[in-house]
């Protein structure tokens, strides 16, 4: 089964609707009160409406007058989930002891926290404002879910932020996040076990446990390794696993399919076969659908082709009668107010209107790196990619930064915002930069690099924006 550990950070979701907040003890009594400057870190906690909490955090020294709201990832259903303001202690201490102001919430939900992410970090922010006035400026920041919370605060509310920092963010959006994991499942379904449930999940636990049972079963085959590796390809699954070691090499394609194996049953399984039940109560229905999709169009353009094509020639499996056995298959249809229900929750317009830096991992097999491909391509579309800069670093893991990283590329938009001009340093300046920060926030050696995501397999933006009733630029279009 799913380790919670494994998950914690795990990005999927943002939503729209404004509610009330009503401030705790903490920040009611630090009303009137200056942030920062006491001689030590303060901290004021609170309730939202909805029954999120808040937590804020204020330098020891002055206050420089901006804020970094921190928006968290993933929180498995019935784990604890407190508001937490950083992504870790060493990036928070760095960024307070620069005297700036730590702020995040809990989200309302745990799980596919879509409903409540948004208003919820908006009503922190608001709680602050309450609290110690308006900053001159505030950053949004957050990985993996909170990375597209992140991108969902700026698109939805931009006159609210100065500049952004989504970290190995699901820019996709949540539509073609969904359509992409049904590839997935829908391939392992229909040529490894026609058992298991791809939507409409009844019971998720015993959809899951079935799930895990043949992937088992067919890694130990190399019939079963060729399909585990076919099914990985149509969501471009890194064949790179294990954060700090080295990349298997490029024709090593049996570590490759292992690496691949350990996403599927380590991390990427629960939210396939599982976490997947959740979306569609939330939804109302199945927000998915692969009608029209052609998977040989697909599997052509994956990253993981001659991978894919080396394993079944080893297993001696014809890829072409899998792929026609993919291809006429009956197909699955999506609820059409799901699928608003899910753009609306969130997918991307390309309308930013302020400095954003985006960060990913080369090896992420939870939310790839096509992701960054899709959210520029949209970006580039509504003639804003001037705003937009990407940064990369050569690791496997997702959301595997270490402090030094996260510090130096968060010091990039700083950069930006103090000049109104993006300098980007070469790969080699900004890992010499992240050094220089010292070996307690370099827990692993620092590897920026360049790169060039791939094309996303199944993107969807939304079209030119107008507004939801009750505010909001996103506008879903249901196939």
Not at 259 to 264: N, S
Not at 401 to 416: C, K, Y
Not at 436 to 444: E, I, S, V
């Amino acid at each position: 089964m799913v380790n919670s550990r494994k998950l914690a950070g795990i990005a999927i979701a943002a939503g729209l609707t404004l509610a009330g907040f009503m401030a705790g003890p903490a920040a009611a009594n630090a009303a009137g009160t200056p942030c920062g400057g006491t001689g030590s870190v303060t901290t004021a906690t609170g309730t939202l409406g909805d029954g999120a909490t808040y937590l804020i955090q204020c330098p020891a020294g002055a206050w420089n007058g901006s804020l970094f709201l921190y928006s968290h990832g993933y929180v498995v259903p019935g784990s604890s989930n407190p508001a937490t303001d950083t992504s870790d202690s060493q990036t928070g201490d760095w960024l307070l002891s620069q005297g700036y102001a730590l702020a995040g919430s809990s989200y309302a939900m745990t799980g596919w926290a879509v409903a409540s992410a948004l208003p919820d970090q908006i009503n922190t922010l608001n709680a602050f404002e309450g609290a110690y006035g308006k900053p001159k400026q505030t950053i949004a920041w957050g990985d993996s879910l909170g990375g597209m919370i992140t991108a969902g605060l700026i698109q939805d509310y931009p006159g609210r932020f100065s500049g952004a920092v989504p970290m190995c963010g699901v820019l996709s959006g949540g539509v073609a996040t969904w359509n992409t994991a049904l590839d997935a499942a829908f391939a392992f379904q229909q040529l490894i076990d026609p058992k298991i449930e791809v939507v409409n999940i009844n019971d998720d636990t015993i959809n899951l446990a079935e799930a895990e049972t043949a992937l088992a079963e067919a890694q130990a085959t190399p019939q079963g390794r060729a399909r585990i590796a076919l099914a990985a390809a149509l969501g471009d699954t890194p064949g790179w696993y294990t954060t700090g070691a080295a990349e298997p090499a490029p024709t090593d394609y049996a570590d490759q399919e292992q690496a691949q194996f350990e996403w599927d049953s380590q991390v990427d399984f629960p939210f396939i076969f599982d976490f997947r039940a959740q979306l569609e109560s939330l939804a109302g229905g199945n927000p998915s659908w692969n009608t029209g999709v052609n998977y040989f169009q697909d599997i052509a353009k994956s990253t993981d082709l001659t991978e894919v094509k080396a394993l079944y020639q080893t297993a001696g499996l014809n890829l072409n009668a899998d792929l026609r056995t993919l291809n006429d298959a009956p197909r699955i249809s999506a609820d059409p107010s799901a699928v608003a229900y899910l753009a609306k929750n969130v997918a991307y317009d390309g309308e930013i209107s302020v400095p954003t830096l985006t960060v990913h991992t080369t090896g992420d097999g939870l939310v790839v790196p096509e992701n960054e491909q899709a959210y520029r391509s949209v970006v580039d579309r509504d003639g804003r990619g001037y705003l937009l800069q990407q940064l990369f670093v050569d690791r496997a893991g997702h959301c595997a930064f270490t402090p030094a990283e996260e510090i130096t590329s968060i010091q990039v938009l700083l950069n930006r915002l103090a000049t109104g001009q993006w300098n980007i340093p070469d790969p080699a300046t900004l890992n010499d930069q992240a050094a220089a920060l010292g070996a307690a926030d370099n827990t692993l050696p620092p590897a920026f690099t360049r790169y060039s995501p791939a094309q996303y397999l199944r993107p969807y933006d939304l079209p030119p924006v107008f507004p939801f009733p009750g505010g909001g630029t996103s506008a879903p279009v249901v196939p």
